[in-house]
């Protein structure tokens, strides 16, 4: 038997960041180490052909990360 959740999450939806109470969560402390190493990841859509897809499919998990790194490769090298 599932409970049903007492949460008015359309109000939650619509709370602005300023209106969010954070007081209950701890300072960095013992999270230090975890929040220094988060990165602000972008999911987006791009066309790939096929063929390279699959090359870097070909190489196992991890394979978004992979791409990424090629594509940050690729910008750093054409940088003024």
Known sequence: MSKQSQT?????DSLKDEEIDYSEIPDLGENEAFWS???VVVPVTIWLDPDVLAWFKSQGEGYE???SEALQAYKQSHQK
């Open 37 to 39: 190493r988060a990165e």
């Open 8 to 12: 008015d999450w359309d109000r939650v």
């Open 65 to 67: 990360a992979r791409i």
